[in-house]
């Protein structure tokens, strides 16, 4: 999902990773996914090694304390799917 500005001005900027939770219509429901582990946040799961197709195997990180309401047109390409044990702790987000 784009994510700020292109180096350019344009819109767009860099691609971050995120979870859909939840698709309505033209809206979808997502939780982000950071490699920046923010200990004074609730609700942040890490993620199982390579679930986000990240190059360089970094460890990510789902922050489920903020769910966000996005156009389904802002995605550029879809990466995979949710592992199942992460699934279970965050499919009530989905409602």
Do not use: N, Y
């Not at 859909?20 to 490699?35: C, E, M, P, W, Y």
């Amino acid at each position: 999902m784009p994510h700020g500005d292109g180096p350019d001005g344009s819109p767009g900027g860099d691609d971050r990773p995120c979870l859909v939770l939840s698709v309505r219509g033209d809206r979808a429901r997502i939780a982000r996914i950071s490699t920046k582990f923010r200990e004074e946040r609730a609700g942040v799961i890490p993620l199982p090694p390579g679930s986000v197709g990240e190059a360089r195997g970094r460890t990510s990180f789902l922050e489920t304390d903020e769910p966000r309401d996005v156009p389904v047109q802002d995605f550029r390409r879809r990466v995979g799917v949710a592992d199942p044990l992460v699934w279970d702790q965050v499919r009530h987000l989905a409602d």
